[in-house]
């Protein structure tokens, strides 16, 4: 996602990202962000949250129109319920392909400490 | 900073996304483009890495990535502004997408987007919203091809800002 918002905004383009993992975002560098600690899948709320969308979607747009400076994140202070946290209902039925067995992992494990990601 | 990446992972995955090889930007500038006008002038695009697409659109392909893992598909998707929830679809192996199916707007907010141009916080709506897989181990067409051209489709959409969003 962010990768894709620095070629974005190279092209003339105005970005604001929602990240709800702004590690990576702030190591990649994107022009302007804003951080969540909500799960996957449901970044803007809980489905049928309506109002949550919009105050999300709010600040987007404040910090779309503010941020003097690239690099500028914004942190949220939603926190997602202690009783919804317990569901693990974001992860995926499907097991991940490369956690899927042994030799996959460790191929895995290989480009994680040797590979190039622009190969 | 108080909000927690790794949260929402198994161990594995967060101990792997620490040690991950990303794409080294550390050479580069952060890009920048300020807005020309104000926000409640602007046409508003989103773009989300949730491998969303139209069911009468070819999915992403998440056969190759479950027989190759170190790929993931790099193309994009066009979605209308006027997506319905009948008529939306997400392809990724990564999140479990069956909220989204029941209120897309959970990660995909059109009809968010629609009220507050009701209100007058933006200036207008992009007819054409952008998705694309965010799973991208090798990201190399992603970044060279596939985002240059999304970029080429916002600017044609005579968009001013993207909103975008991970899966």
């Not at chain 1, 962010?2 to 702030?26: D, F, H, S």
């Not at chain 1, 987007?60 to 209902?89: C, H, I, N, Q, S």
């Not at chain 2, 990724?92 to 968010?112: I, K, Q, T, W």
């Amino acid at each position: 996602m962010g990768l894709v918002a620095r070629v974005l905004e190279k092209a003339r383009l105005t970005t604001v990202v929602l990240t709800n993992m702004p590690w990576i975002t702030r190591k990649i560098g994107v022009p302007r962000s804003v951080a969540i600690e909500f799960p996957f899948g449901m970044i803007y709320g809980h489905p049928g949250e309506r109002e949550m969308q919009l105050a999300i979607l709010g600040r987007l747009l404040d910090l779309a129109g503010d941020a003097g400076k690239a690099g500028t994140m914004v942190e949220l202070p939603y926190t997602w319920p202690e009783e919804d946290v317990r569901k693990r209902d974001w992860f995926p039925e499907e097991p991940t392909p490369w956690m899927a067995d042994q030799d996959r992992l460790m191929e895995m494990m290989d480009f994680i400490a040797h590979g190039n990601p622009l190969e | 900073m108080s909000v927690n990446s790794f949260k929402f992972m198994s161990r594995t995955l967060a101990e792997s996304l620490q040690r991950w090889p990303y794409v080294d930007t550390s050479g580069e500038e952060i890009p920048w483009k300020p807005l020309a006008k104000p926000v409640a002038d602007c046409k508003v695009a989103l773009v989300s890495s949730g491998g969303f697409y139209r069911a009468v659109d070819e999915p992403f392909n998440l056969d190759r990535e479950r027989s190759e893992p170190l790929w993931g598909d790099p193309s994009f998707r066009e979605l209308p502004r006027s997506i319905t929830q009948e008529e939306i679809r997400a392809a990724h192996l990564h999140y479990e997408s069956s909220h989204a199916m029941r209120d897309f707007n959970c990660m995909f907010p059109l009809g968010a987007l629609e009220e507050l141009l009701a209100q007058g916080r933006i200036g207008s709506i992009s007819e054409t919203h952008l998705s694309f897989m965010g799973y991208q181990p090798k990201p190399r067409v992603l970044m060279q091809e596939t985002a240059p051209r999304m970029a080429e489709r916002l600017r044609g959409l005579g968009v001013d800002l993207v909103l975008l969003s991970s899966g």
